[in-house]
Each structure stands twice: as structure tokens, then as C-alpha cells.
């Protein structure tokens, strides 16, 4: 941890990153300093805590923008992650820029805020729980046959991806920054 914050110290530009579980624990580290005594690290660790954001986060309310000119054809659903909605509470900032990409309709999903069972360590810890979240995950994703399943935070897409390909579904899963990057028209 203390690498990390180090490295980060550096410079004073903003940080971003394309997962809400990554920002959700450098936001983090200044508990774990105080919780070991260790005031200055505590300091030193909000001081670059503060400056990292999620990519939808910064892209929306640092930069102000929700048309990047993506566009990319089809319909889509949408999956908000545990940490980047209920840790982070970023819920809007990914509609908002999807709802702009030309071309793409966005879906509605039954249970869409729930969680795809993959919760790092918990996929492994309770597997047969964690198989049972994401295979209901995947009967709501495919209720209305989307072509993609986008998401913010890769350890979601790798979970449902997984899932949607041993089931033969011919869902594409992308992160929201390759929707992003899809060429304007």
C-alpha cells in the first residue's frame, strides 16, 4: 500500500480508473492506515485517494461530458457493479453516456441493480451461491436478447461473460470505455 501511494505521490493529476472495485479500495487505504496507527500514511493515502475517480465518474462531473460521439448499433443492457453502486454510490454517470452513444438502445433489465455473484473472493468462498446469482443474472440479461452486455467493472463482465458463453448465448460483453471508443457517425 505504501508503493502505491508513493508512486501516486509523484504528481498531482487526476487518477482514473476503468473498475469501481480498483477506486473503491485506494479509497480505502487511509482506514486501514489510521487503523494501524499510522497517521502520516493515513494523510499521505487520502491525499491520493481523493484524486482517483471511476472513468464514468470523471468523464461526466470532472470533465462535464455525456457525448463522447460513440456510436454502436444494437440493443444493450446494462450492468452497475456492487462497487461502483453501493460503495461508491456512482449509479447515473454510466446511463448518462450510454443514453448518448448513437445507435444504441438501451435496455431495461429485471433486477438490474442486483448483484452477479462474483464479489472477488466470494465467487470462491461460496461458489455454489455465487453460480446460482450470476446463472440469474444471465435469465434476466437475455430476457429481451440483447446484443451487449456492457459494464463498468471487468471482474462483472468476466463473471457474466463466462456465464452467457457456457450457456451459448451470443451476447457480446463490453466495458463501457470500449462503447466509448466505438467510432462516431
Known amino acids: 500500500m505504501k508503493n502505491l501511494v508513493e508512486t501516486f505521490e509523484a504528481n498531482d493529476y487526476p487518477i ?6 480498483c477506486v473503491y479500495a485506494i479509497k480505502t487505504y ?15 493515502a487520502k491525499k491520493v485517494a481523493d484524486r482517483f ?5 470523471f468523464i461526466v462531473n470532472k470533465l462535464g461530458v455525456k457525448d463522447v460521439g460513440a456510436y454502436l448499433p444494437g440493443k444493450a ?12 454510490g456512482i449509479k447515473d454517470e454510466p446511463i448518462a453516456l450510454l443514453q448518448h452513444v448513437k445507435g444504441l ?15 472477488g473472493t466470494f465467487s470462491v468462498k461460496m461458489a ?13 440479461v437475455d ?8 459494464g463498468a467493472d ?13 450457456e451459448g448465448k451470443p451476447i457480446k460483453v463490453m466495458h463501457i470505455a470500449e462503447v466509448l471508443m466505438q467510432g462516431g457517425k
Open 16 to 21: 482514473v480508473a476503468p473498475a469501481g472495485s
Open 30 to 44: 487511509p482506514d486501514h492506515f489510521e487503523r494501524f496507527g499510522e497517521k502520516e500514511w493515513a494523510e499521505r
Open 53 to 57: 475517480y471511476d472513468l464514468t465518474d
Open 77 to 88: 443492457v446494462y450492468h452497475p457493479s456492487c462497487s461502483l453502486f453501493r460503495k461508491l
Open 105 to 119: 438502445e438501451l435496455l431495461p433489465i429485471k433486477n438490474q441493480e442486483t448483484c452477479c455473484g462474483f464479489g
Open 128 to 140: 455454489e451461491i455465487s453460480g446460482e446469482m450470476v446463472k440469474e443474472k444471465v435469465a434476466n
Open 143 to 150: 430476457t429481451d436478447e440483447p446484443d451487449y452486455l456492457i
Open 154 to 166: 471487468v471482474s462483472c463482465l468476466m463473471n457474466i461473460g463466462g456465464r452467457l458463453s457456457r
